[in-house]
């Protein structure tokens, strides 16, 4: 029997606020391994109720430093610590990424102190310590680590201004799933997604970002339609996302990430992976938060 190799969902959606999709984050369970991808905003609290104890991840990976990809690792830290964690956490990602640590420890140093104290000698010191490491930017997936029998490579996408930017692939036990990171569409991506058995990519979908700036404007919020309208120099449009899955023939491409948020339920999903079909053969599927999608062999032709 093929072992557990699934993409736990956290967070489906962006910095844009809304009530069913946190900001961006997963896990990726291979087996008894458990690895953190991402942790912005209200990830952390879906852990749990996603059926993943904190303290069995041991391992985190970051693809950008963006604040809905990383303003919930505090509540991670903490989570993970009091459900049992004896061992500091492996955290990896890109350039910046030992800065966001000590910054977010330096926030917490005194809560440290005061539950240390308070629940003297339960709380094991190590299980709140972090070690980082930055991964170096390439342009081709390359791996970085072994995780309990699974491969992570990292690869660097685009989404400038900021850099570096990564992407992720992780094979484990036969079968690969890339991790897109936010990105326009890119070379590296698409090379890197080569007969995947599953793309978890963003999207934004550009009709439905359109509206809402039209609303802002109709509204007078000038500013916040000005902000939506640098959106898409730095997201990868629905149409483009899938020609990428049907150029590197993956086996599934499940949307994560989603520009603008909308609701989990209605009209809205569907109108979201509009003219994706036509583009793309394979299942086409909309994530929402708390969902775990097992990455299951392609189909091959
Ligand atoms: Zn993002
Ligand atoms: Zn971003």
């Known amino acids: 029997m093929a072992e557990r190799f699934d993409v736990v969902f956290l967070g489906t959606g962006s910095p844009l606020p809304s009530a069913d999709r946190c900001g961006a984050g997963h896990v990726v369970v291979a087996g008894d391994t458990s690895?953190?991808?991402?942790?912005?905003?209200?990830a952390a609290r879906k852990i749990l109720i996603s059926g993943v104890l904190p303290s069995d991840i041991n391992t985190a990976v970051f693809t950008h430093m963006h604040s809905d990809h990383i303003t919930?690792?505090?509540?991670f830290l903490f989570l993970r610590w009091t459900s049992g964690a004896t061992q500091p956490l492996r955290v990896f990602g890109p350039e910046g990424t030992q800065e966001m640590v000590d910054g977010f420890l330096m926030a917490l140093r005194r809560d440290i102190g005061f539950r240390l104290a308070h629940h003297a000698g339960k709380l094991h010191p190590d299980g709140i310590k972090v070690e980082?490491?930055?991964?170096?930017?390439?342009?081709?997936?390359?791996?970085?680590?072994?995780?309990?029998?699974?491969s992570i490579e990292s690869f660097e996408?685009?989404?400038?201004?900021?850099?570096p930017a990564f992407g992720y692939r992780m094979r484990f036990d036969g079968r690969s799933v890339v991790m897109s990171g936010d990105t326009i569409f890119c070379e590296s991506l698409l090379h890197a997604s080569q007969g995947a058995d599953m793309l978890v990519c963003e999207a934004l979908n550009v009709p439905m970002l359109e509206m809402r700036r039209n609303a802002l404007r109709i509204m007078g919020r000038e500013l916040q339609a000005s902000l939506f309208g640098d959106v898409p120099s730095y997201h990868i449009p629905t149409d483009e996302?899938?020609?990428?899955?049907?150029?590197?023939?993956?086996?599934k491409l499940v949307l994560s990430h989603l520009i603008p948020p909308i609701p989990n339920d209605g009209p809205e999903v569907q109108a979201f992976t509009q003219g994706m079909a036509e583009l793309y053969g394979g299942p086409i599927h909309v994530a929402r938060d708390t969902e775990r999608i097992a990455v299951e062999k392609r189909a091959t032709a």
């Open 132 to 150: 980082v490491t930055e991964v170096p930017v390439t342009a081709r997936a390359e791996k970085f680590l072994d995780a309990g029998g699974m």
């Open 35 to 42: 690895v953190l991808v991402d942790c912005g905003w209200g």
């Open 157 to 163: 996408v685009n989404h400038f201004p900021v850099v």
């Open 241 to 251: 996302v899938a020609r990428l899955a049907k150029s590197a023939g993956v086996g």
């Open 72 to 75: 919930d690792f505090p509540d």
